[in-house]
T-cell receptor
Framework: SAVISQKPSRDICQRGTSLTIQCQVD?????MFWYRQQPGQSLTLIAT?????????ESGFVIDKFPISRPNLTFSTLTVSNMSPEDSSIYLC???????????FGQGTRLTVV | GQQLNQSPQSMFIQEGEDVSMNCTSS?????WLWYKQDPGEGPVLLIA?????ELTSNGRLTAQFGITRKDSFLNISASIPSDVGIYFC?????????????FGTGTRLTIIP
């Protein structure tokens, strides 16, 4: 398994501002994933963060809105830019262990935009 | 894109009852995963299935990977209060270059006192 720490665990932000979420893993992993979970909904993949290259974004998500950094094999950040109330969600970091199979999640960041 | 439909959407049961939920896909997956999410927490992996027809247990939990590779089910026997939460299935193609998961719509389990 992997231990994943996310910071902050929650935040309340003003619209128009940006928030950077950090994800730290206790072991080196090739790929890290960022998900959004809107209230009462399932998880939707935002992007895959690869070390040493640009993140790969899913349909409906763009780099200008959700810039991602992946400076090394144990750390990644997701920024939610120019926030609006519609961005209020839980944002989750995930890693795969045992190549392509089991995925483990951080505890999530609960974001409320007012 | 691919979609995983879970049923039922919600369940209200009494403590001690058995629970059964399933997940169906419009396309084939090579790995099925079942997660549980408690309020304010990230999903926690319960069971991983890697072969069509595979039946795997983890304590009171049993899950099966459907023969067609388009479905999976999760059973919980003799439910207890800590089983309350949302259960998600997730499918994975397991191919290099396509490591992402597709999540089901979730089943919310509530235990009636």
């Amino acid at each position: 398994s992997a231990v994943i720490s996310q910071k902050p665990s929650r935040d309340i932000c003003q619209r128009g501002t940006s928030l950077t979420i950090q994800c730290q893993v206790d072991s080196q992993v090739t790929m890290m994933f960022w998900y959004r979970q809107q209230p009462g909904q399932s998880l939707t993949l935002i992007a895959t963060a690869n070390q040493g290259s640009e993140a790969t974004y899913e349909s409906g998500f763009v780099i200008d809105k959700f810039p991602i950094s992946r400076p090394n094999l144990t750390f990644s950040t997701l920024t939610v830019s120019n926030m609006s109330p519609e961005d209020s969600s839980i944002y989750l970091c995930s890693v795969h262990v045992l190549a392509n199979t089991e995925a483990f999640f951080g505890q999530g960041t609960r974001l409320t935009v007012v | 894109g691919q979609q995983l439909n879970q049923s039922p959407q919600s369940m209200f049961i009494q403590e001690g009852e058995d629970v059964s939920m399933n997940c169906t896909s419009s396309s084939i997956f090579n790995t099925w995963l079942w997660y549980k999410q408690d309020p304010g927490e990230g999903p926690v992996l319960l069971i991983a299935l890697y072969k069509a027809g595979e039946l795997t247990s983890n304590g009171r939990l049993t899950a099966q990977f459907g023969i067609t590779r388009k479905d999976s089910f999760l059973n919980i026997s003799a439910s207890i209060p800590s089983d309350v939460g949302i259960y998600f299935c997730a499918g994975h193609l397991g191919n290099f270059g396509n490591e992402k998961l597709t999540f089901g719509t979730g089943t919310r389990l509530t235990i009636i006192p």
